[in-house]
């Protein structure tokens, strides 16, 4: 799914009451929110029943990563942060390479998902790292202290055998694990104060309503 969500757009006056997901400035309307969900859910589609918690769940998943899509785009405005075509086609070629030749095409065919939208899918994801990257990395501290930490309670996983990775290699993955953990750990807080800075809000009632075509407004509670 984080590859498939729904891109949010500028504020149009003209779909207020379809407007499902909006920022100060931005939105994501049922519609958009419609057309990922029915591309994502080729994840389900093996011929057997699904049961209809495992969607309503998954639903509730793709909402929150659009929500958090629609921050992403925002804060990438405020920073000045954009991704270019070399950028992106670079992001591509590193995928495409894992794949053996016209598999990578074959897999999209498959999967009945258009390369123009997982194209996009993707240039959000990496828009999305860069933001990341700029916000959390590249303001994390890692002391040597951590890194003697982190050692000494893997030290049995991370021990170094003969003719494996040198000790460089081994502080490198260190870090690199501790760096991934200490975003991880940061993402939550930063954010929900961003949610609060866009003044992200998400329309209840037009979920509610999503989830019951009759009309009714069991809308999920609150955020």
Same mark, same amino acid.
């Given at each position: 799914m984080v590859l498939l969500a729904g891109c949010s757009a500028p504020d149009d006056p003209s779909s207020q009451e379809t407007v499902l997901i909006r920022t100060d400035g931005q939105r994501v309307t049922l519609a958009q929110f419609e057309r990922a969900f029915e591309a994502a859910r080729i994840a389900y589609s093996d011929n057997r029943s699904v049961d209809p918690q495992v969607l309503q769940e998954a639903r509730? %998943?793709?909402?929150?990563?659009?929500? =958090?899509?629609? &921050?992403? #785009? %925002?804060?990438? +405005?405020?920073?000045?942060?954009?991704? +270019? #075509? &070399?950028?992106?086609?670079?992001?591509?070629?590193?995928? /495409?390479?894992?794949? !053996?030749? #016209? =598999?990578?095409?074959?897999?999209?065919?498959? @999967?009945?998902? !258009?390369? @123009?939208?997982?194209? +996009? %899918?993707? *240039?959000t994801r990496l828009l999305m790292e860069k933001v990341v990257d700029q916000d959390l990395v590249q303001t994390l501290t890692i002391t040597a202290k951590d890194i003697e930490t982190y050692y000494k309670a893997h030290e049995a996983e991370l021990s170094v055998k003969d003719g494996e990775a040198p000790e460089t290699d081994l502080k490198r993955i260190i870090v690199e694990q501790l760096r991934r953990e200490k975003v991880e750990a940061a993402y939550p807080q930063w954010m929900d104060a961003? *949610?609060? /800075?866009?003044?992200? =809000?998400?329309n209840w009632d037009v979920w509610g309503r999503s989830q019951d075509p009759d009309g009714g407004s069991d809308s999920q509670g609150k955020e």
């Open positions: 509730l %998943r793709l909402l929150n990563q659009m929500a =958090e899509e629609a &921050v992403i #785009d %925002r804060r990438a +405005d405020e920073l000045g942060i954009e991704l +270019d #075509d &070399v950028e992106l086609e670079a992001g591509i070629q590193a995928i /495409r390479k894992d794949y !053996p030749e #016209d =598999e990578f095409e074959q897999m999209l065919l498959e @999967s009945a998902i !258009p390369y @123009s939208l997982w194209k +996009d %899918r993707l *240039r961003l *949610r609060i /800075r866009y003044g992200v =809000e998400i």
